[in-house]
């Protein structure tokens, strides 16, 4: 019961962190040995060459990349903010397209979020642009949905949703 305990422990906190990790160290030159050390540790789990594909090898032993990672729990914190699970401080971290102009676009009769001006990569990378861009990305069928189903919903939209992949572009994923 411990053990199990320590491992959900370990879990959670790892999870939370990750938005945090997304926050600070989301540069390519700092991601690249990680998702490098990713890759090897599939390739050794799988027996397979140094030099094989990795993506068929991810797929067999279902397990999500790490840019995917950052994409899922970039989703899931948006859900948690759309829902209001999040702390009060978080409560006008984003702004609904809406409230930014009164005007009928395609975006804004979606459930939307307005992307703030990035003048550098670390603004393109901070929570509240790289947030309010997978959330834009993410079907309007799937942000309606309010049950705990949904997040897990979102799990298969990291595979399925080619929207989601070009928001990862710079990050790596092969």
């Given at each position: ?32 040995p990680l998702i490098i ?39 899931l914190f948006m859900y ?79 595979e399925e949703n080619q ?12």
């Open positions: 019961m411990y053990t199990l305990f320590s491992k959900v422990k370990s879990f959670i906190s790892l999870t939370y962190s990750i938005i945090t990790y997304i926050e600070l160290n989301t540069y390519q030159t700092i991601l690249l050390l990713q890759k090897k540790a599939v390739r050794i789990m799988t027996f397979s060459e140094y030099n094989s594909h990795s993506s068929p090898l991810f797929q067999k032993l279902k397990i999500l990349k790490v840019s995917d990672l950052i994409y899922l729990y970039s989703a948690d903010y759309y829902s209001n699970r999040l702390p009060l401080i978080f409560d006008n971290f984003f702004k609904s397209i809406n409230k930014v102009h009164q005007y009928q676009t395609r975006l804004a009769s979606k459930i939307s979020y307005y992307l703030p001006k990035a003048r550098t990569n670390y603004g393109e990378f901070d929570i509240r642009f790289f947030g309010a861009k997978v959330w834009n990305s993410i079907d309007d069928s799937l942000k309606s949905i309010r049950s705990l189903l949904s997040k897990f919903s979102l799990f298969g939209l990291v929207k989601a992949k070009t928001c990862l572009k710079g990050f790596g994923s092969s």
